[in-house]
């Protein structure tokens, strides 16, 4: 399965979960799941029942579209996940925390983590210092990420540092809003990210 690059509402009703996809719609109340929340289509409104496996795939795709990747980039990191000592689940949760785009929204450079995958594209990311346009980098404790000058201007990047007076600050990153750039100070706690995940229903999709 490709990246997914189509109405990312529907996505959210047909997975009833606020999966962080609209930004500054979300925040000013006017989100789809908000005003339907239920799945979309003629018969979104009938109570179905979700079989076990069902239930372990929808906790899988909220991962892969809150991080926006793809079914095989997915299958890889929790692969890694499984391989590294402790909890597969919480392994998985943290090292998708790491990717670049994710750390760069984290950090409030952007409203949503599609729109910082962007900005990692485009070349308008720094790390250490050095332009990175890898949006799945893995950024490790103690590195800077910043805009680049040229970029700092940006109406949009202004926009989101902004609202994070309103959304607030992860613990884990260290930001100078005003010169644009941030720490990544340590790794999370599981229990520290805040996403509507059951990271164990995926082990257990993946285990079969």
Do not use: C
């Amino acid at each position: 399965m490709a990246r997914y690059r189509g109405p990312v509402e529907k996505v959210e009703r047909r997975l009833n979960a606020d999966l962080g996809l609209k930004g500054e719609r979300r925040l000013a109340g006017k989100s789809a799941l908000e005003k339907r929340p239920y799945a979309p289509g003629q018969h979104g409104q009938r109570r179905t029942k979700i079989s076990e496996y069902g239930l372990q795939l929808r906790e899988k795709q909220k991962a892969k579209y809150i991080y926006g990747i793809s079914e095989k980039q997915f299958a890889k990191y929790f692969k890694e996940a499984a391989r590294r000592t402790g909890n597969t689940g919480e392994n998985l949760i943290i090292m998708l925390e790491q990717r670049l785009d994710n750390v760069v929204y984290r950090m409030g450079f952007a409203t949503t983590r599609r729109f910082a995958r962007q900005l990692t594209t485009h070349g308008h990311i720094l790390v250490d210092g050095q332009k990175v346009d890898i949006p799945s980098y893995v950024v490790r404790p103690g590195q800077k990420v910043e805009i680049r000058e040229k970029s700092k201007s940006n109406p949009q990047v202004l926009r989101a540092i902004e609202l994070t007076n309103q959304t607030g600050m992860v613990d884990w990153v260290d930001v100078e809003k005003e010169k644009q750039y941030g720490i990544f100070t340590r790794l999370p706690q599981r229990e520290e990210v805040v996403i509507p995940v059951e990271e164990r229903l995926v082990v257990e999709l993946y285990s079969k």
